[in-house]
């Protein structure tokens, strides 16, 4: 099998790129491709990287590079990869890819571990009663509280966490949860039931699940359909002291009846994203005890990125040798994907 070094232009945010690509990483992306580092396209339009596209075979992008539309076709004849090192490809390949026939690869599997473990980690903390023991050890520094009677049904042991789609994400959650003594339940309108009997989840419904579960952890993707599935409605379904995990897409929930519920002190919550993005600076969300919350940042962060940057090394590499991509990305599968 011959190999070859394909000529490889990098797109992204250029102060990005020493994040993405270590010492070792840039090293390992040498041998398998020909490129200029110094030739970062954040804007196809500018005079170096015009020349860079017209020679490009193969494009790696990350995050901050611009939509691959027809006018940036028209200007890369010889481009036949989009090599994607982070995970959604929704903004980023444009239906002329497709028509063209570019074959395109992402990162969301590496990008998918992180945030399965951070879920992970808070749902355990969440049953833990973390957030509750915090706020009132604060209180009562110095002095001594008998927790074990005061907060009696704290634990995992029996507890149930729903899992609500199927998705990379998803599906790693149920794997690193299964060694727990949890009951596992999904919503997933696209998982047959001897899937999820594969998965060793009960397939349940979405009412059901918010009805019955300690812990609704979010994996779904922002489609409308999933616009604000969980709404005041289902929110009221949750049981007093369940915990609502989103990790996926804000515009799953409905913001005002989550802020409602989360104020009155009902519920708990664990929340990376939201709707908007950023939060104005009077959300309540920024100071009510029952809610981590954090800024995006459940995905690859720090040193992660590395992890993505190996998977889309290893597709070029893949590419340079004439094989098919490990991480293919299908035009009919993103209808009812991140």
Partial sequence: MSVRRPRVLLAMAPELLPRLLDERAARRLHAVAELDPEVVADDFGRPEVAVALAEAEVLLTFWGAPPVDAGVLAAAPRLKAVVHAAGSVKHLVTDACWERGITVSTAALAN???????????????????????????????GRHEWHLRYPHAGNYGRTVGIVGASRIGRRVIELLRPYDLELLLYDPYVTDDRAKALDVRSVSLDELCRTSDVVSLHAPALPETEAMIDRRRLALMRDGATLINTARGSLVDSAALTAELASGRLQAVIDVTEPEVLPADSPLYDLPNV?????????????LHRMADSAIGEIARYARGLPFLHGVRREDLDRTA
């Fill in 112 to 142: 998918s571990r992180p945030v399965a473990e951070y879920t992970v980690a808070t749902v355990l903390l969440s049953n833990k009663r973390v957030l509750q023991l915090r706020e009132e050890y604060r209180t009562v520094r110095g």
């Fill in 292 to 304: 981590l919350l954090t800024p995006h940042i459940a995905g690859s962060l720090g040193n992660e």
